[in-house]
């Protein structure tokens, strides 16, 4: 009896709920690109820091402004530079750059197009009310308050005003680390002609891949090739010391040489099918206390199942929005087993119909490649229609 | 007289249209995810590499089936291992297990669970179609087919299928290379309190980080703080060196001690005024050949010029999509600076409507933080209505 897809979904979150559980470490801001703040982050100063000037001008108190045209005594000249500035005397005015402290004493700035300057002095020819083209302190932001929120992504304004408030560094979720074992006998790397038999290993570089892409990293790769137990359990010591949870592909077939199937099922592993196509044979289990979850090892099934099954849960531990989900159109009839759901392949077009890309085999890795959706059959649908709507997956 | 905000885009469009061309350079398939492709990738082999099974089960004549049920002797096993199987004799089976070759002479696979298995002997209870359960070398791609066109930004599907057609490294778009300096005698970094006058750059970061999310990386950055037009050169000198454009913050207004301005402007460079608030000071120019676009001090007038002047053209370049631009409606009224085009921070809700966070300031950083949207208000607008629909620009 296979189990369903949200059977297995379900089973899977709950597997690996204790490693997605949000770990945190601090990292500069600079490496804090597209991490997620584990916690809401206060400001620890007023922002801005200091009282100062919006535009380049003329720092006065308003009060000298009441009669204009008004001709007050330059007595002294504020740039955006370190240091307090003297107190401003009433009945005089200081030349001021944009950003600069505003003295003690002077409550507005007059922009330098509404004043003529002569030598020591400048006419003012506009009032201004107190305040006017002065940044207060703390008029962003005050010292206590909140500046980012918890389980944010962080982005580049994000750190701006981070490091505006001088937070160098920031505590942030760890990411979660992924060992990705893939195995077959028949596998070999790129570089040489593949002799008969032999296959160039895909579900390594795509398994890495769709890790990063989910906001993990991946902490350990290894292929074993031996179709040996032993020789896999070696391989699993390691993956399950460097990772929080080690994804594998191949080897949990009901054929032979099923080294995954014989590794785990002895440590009490599930070992079964699941009611889709592709990927019906999935597997589950613990080693050395680190939650497994195994994928068929044809390409297209290991990839639609880590994004059916894994994926979702990464990007949730990440911060990461879910994939988007989108009703389209069919272009063409199609006809589904009964009692699997259906990953069909598909290309969207203008954001509404959506085009079958090649068969449903789980070998067909171009045909992955070349689509941007996947199509959701539900197990219990046996025929669409051209035009029907179906629900996808955006890739 | 200022300058548009589409006038100052173009410009700046045709300044950097060198600096953006594509290059290229290989990189190795570990290292390519959301690398855009240079050129369309061709497949240098079938896919599959050789006729193989579907399924666990036995190789047969697809012709000894034509009477069920039939018995076989079982001649030998085919497992998904490197090497050449004997040819099949007429009149006989081999086991086979999925992705293993098809020996000659057998044209089906009968899937296990539609056998029964004896020990040297296997009993066949349904006919099979020749080609059934079979894959047939280069079903899913033949050699020479495109496997991936130019342009594309690869994902872990698009990696897959190279690594499963023998590539192991793949020519990309280079990554533009952009100098970040920042300037301003003011600016100190993170880690212990500021002094009166001194402020925290966040500037830097922001860009620094603004880079990378376009897809760019970032080849140099430099701070200058001394207000002197020959410790600037000396870093623009290396920021040229080192970088297909260079970005500059602050020194580019009216006031005193301004050197970009007065680095930029005896080279030709170009200082102005834009119509658009915040980030109404701008300039450009050349140094040492390389293109410089120069953004206002104000860390929200840095962060929005960034966005509207070159993070679409990065952003290009590096393959990813355009912000989404979405027509929200607006919770509040607002009332807008005439003949300047305001971008304005808010925070969308629902994807419907448009809330409008902090004030315009252009020193607001904690607000620019706290949006998710930049409101564009045309510059002939002056004002607007609670639920008017503005445009507004995805953060």
């Known amino acids: 009896m296979s189990r369903s ?47 100062n000037s919006q535009m380049d001008g003329f720092a006065v108190a308003a009060s000298d402004l009441s009669a204009v045209p008004v001709r007050l005594p330059v007595v002294g000249e504020v740039a955006a ?74 982005a580049s304004r994000h750190l701006a005003v981070l490091a505006a408030a001088g937070i160098g560094e920031i505590e942030v979720r760890s990411r979660v680390r992924v060992a990705v074992v893939t195995t077959g006998a028949e596998l070999i790397s790129p570089g040489r ?26 902490g350990f790769v290894a292929r074993n090739q031996d179709d040996d137990t032993e020789s896999l359990r070696a391989s699993m010591v390691a993956a399950a010391r460097n990772a929080d949870l080690v994804i594998t592909s191949g080897g949990i077939s009901m054929g032979d040489y099923e080294v995954v199937r014989e590794l785990l099922q002895p ?20 080693f050395d206390g680190v ?33 988007m989900l989108r009703r389209l159109a069919l272009t063409s009839d199609l006809r589904s ?9 598909g290309r969207s077009l203008a954001g509404e119909r959506v085009e079958i890309v090649s068969g449903p085999g789980s070998h067909l890795v171009a045909g992955l490649a070349a689509s941007d959706v996947l199509i959701d059959v539900p197990a219990e649908t046996t025929e669409l229609k051209e035009g029907d709507l179906v629900e996808t997956m955006t890739l």
């Open 337 to 345: 087993v009964p009692g699997k759901r259906q990953f069909l392949r």
């Open 193 to 218: 002609p593949a002799a008969m038999g032999e296959v160039y290993d895909a579900n390594g570089i795509a398994l890495e891949a769709a890790v990063r892409a989910c906001g993990a990293e991946v």
């Open 81 to 154: 530079r370190p240091g307090r500035p003297a107190a401003l005397r009433a009945g005089t005015a200081v030349r001021i750059m944009t950003g600069a402290v505003v003295p003690e004493g002077a409550d507005a700035v007059v922009p330098v197009e509404d004043t003529i300057s002569e030598r020591d002095s400048v006419t003012v020819n506009r009032t201004r009310a107190a305040g006017e083209y002065v940044r207060d302190r703390g008029s962003d932001v005050h010292a206590g308050e909140q500046l980012l929120p918890a389980g944010l992504r962080l």
């Open 5 to 51: 897809v949200d059977d297995h979904a379900t089973h899977v979150r709950g597997l690996l709920s204790a490693a997605l559980r949000p770990r945190r470490e601090i990292v500069a801001l600079v490496d804090a690109l597209d991490r997620v703040t584990a916690g809401a982050v206060l400001s620890p100063v007023d922002l801005p820091l200091f009282r």
């Open 291 to 323: 939650p497994v979850v195994s994928f068929p090892g044809n390409p297209v099934s290991t990839q639609i199942s880590f994004e059916v099954f894994v994926a979702p849960l990464l990007r949730e531990a990440a911060g990461l929005p879910a994939a």
């Open 267 to 286: 440590l009490g592993g599930w070992v079964g099918s699941v009611a889709m196509q592709p990927g019906g044979p999935q597997a589950t289990g613990e």
